[in-house]
């Protein structure tokens, strides 16, 4: 194989690459048209460490801050998942034990034992 062989070779899986990036362009267009537009940006919540007085703000922007990303947050997992991470103090304190096997796991009497609030 001389020098000539060599570059058309490199040549041809140059034109073979490209011709593969064109096609995953095209294909990533296509998803992105399917998918829609990014969601808005929703401000990340504050963090909530139980005071009463608080509870409804973060509530409400927890609730905005799921509807407004459901792809993100599909299943009430996700959503536990996604809240676990802005309680402090003693509200952490109180959830961290039913983190178990990387899931975070109520039953109605749980519920019931954190409060029973209705608007939680």
């Given at each position: 194989m001389d020098l000539t062989d060599d570059i058309s070779t490199y040549v041809n899986r140059i034109e073979?690459?490209?011709?593969?990036?064109?096609?995953?362009?095209?294909?990533?267009?296509?998803?992105?048209?399917?998918?829609g537009p990014k969601p808005e940006d929703i401000p990340v919540l504050d963090n909530f460490d139980g005071t009463r007085a608080d509870l409804?703000?973060?509530l409400t922007k927890l609730r905005i801050k799921i509807a407004g990303n459901?792809?993100?947050?599909?299943?009430?997992?996700?959503?536990?998942?996604?809240?676990?991470?802005?309680l402090n103090?003693?509200?952490?304190?109180?959830?961290?034990?039913?983190?178990?096997?990387?899931?975070?796991?109520?039953?109605?009497?749980?519920?019931?034992?954190?409060?029973?609030?209705?608007?939680?």
């Amino acid at each position: 194989m001389d020098l000539t062989d060599d570059i058309s070779t490199y040549v041809n899986r140059i034109e073979r690459l490209e011709a593969d990036l064109i096609h995953e362009c095209t294909i990533s267009t296509r998803v992105a048209t399917l998918i829609g537009p990014k969601p808005e940006d929703i401000p990340v919540l504050d963090n909530f460490d139980g005071t009463r007085a608080d509870l409804h703000p973060f509530l409400t922007k927890l609730r905005i801050k799921i509807a407004g990303n459901t792809t993100r947050y599909p299943d009430i997992q996700h959503q536990l998942w996604y809240v676990f991470g802005f309680l402090n103090g003693d509200t952490y304190a109180t959830i961290e034990p039913h983190l178990i096997n990387d899931r975070l796991n109520f039953d109605c009497h749980t519920l019931i034992s954190l409060g029973g609030h209705s608007d939680i």
